[in-house]
């Protein structure tokens, strides 16, 4: 039996490979209701024979660390999806994101009780990224809760 290799889609997730470091503007929310600026940095890996992303993320705020997250990116050729599974440091159960790569730019979303949240990443321009992430209580209306600009450090 031969062992499965990557495919096109698995090779796409590579363009996120890297240390990444970014300015960033958190808008007041239920988790943080005085919003501010933060400092994120993040660091993106290809595992498991090129399977999966591996996503760490930390955010610093006045000097220390506020919030990180850890996350695994894959894609799910039976559903033709990408699936990120979330993890943070805010100790709430892991979440699930479903979406697509469409050119330079990755949408994935989550829904669950209260609500949806989407995460935008559009790599429009070589060894920068934006970052948005919303919030809707119905998929319909989205209310920004994150976004950033970063590059590449590595």
């Given amino acids: 039996m031969e062992m499965p290799t990557p495919g096109a889609a698995h090779f796409k997730l590579e363009t996120l490979v890297g240390f990444w470091r970014g300015e960033e503007r958190v808008y007041p929310s239920p988790w943080?209701?005085?919003?501010?600026?933060?400092?994120?940095?993040?660091?993106?890996?290809?595992?498991?024979?090129?399977?999966?992303?591996?996503?760490?993320?930390?955010?610093?705020?006045?000097?220390?660390?506020?919030?990180?997250?850890?996350?695994v990116i894959r894609w799910d050729a039976a559903a033709e999806r990408y699936v990120l599974v979330w993890f943070d440091s805010m100790g709430m159960p892991p979440t699930e994101f479903i979406g697509d790569l469409e050119g330079d730019v990755l949408t994935l979303v989550s829904q669950d009780r209260q609500g949806w949240v989407r995460a935008v990443w559009d790599f429009g321009e070589q060894g920068r990224y934006s970052y948005l992430m919303e919030a809707s209580p119905n998929g319909e209306k989205w209310e920004p809760l994150m976004e950033g600009e970063y590059l590449r450090e590595g």
């Avoid at 000097?63 to 996350?71: N, T, V």
């Fill in 32 to 71: 943080d209701p005085r919003g501010g600026h933060a400092v994120g940095r993040v660091r993106n890996r290809m595992a498991l024979g090129g399977f999966v992303l591996i996503h760490d993320y930390e955010q610093e705020r006045n000097g220390k660390i506020a919030f990180q997250g850890h996350a």
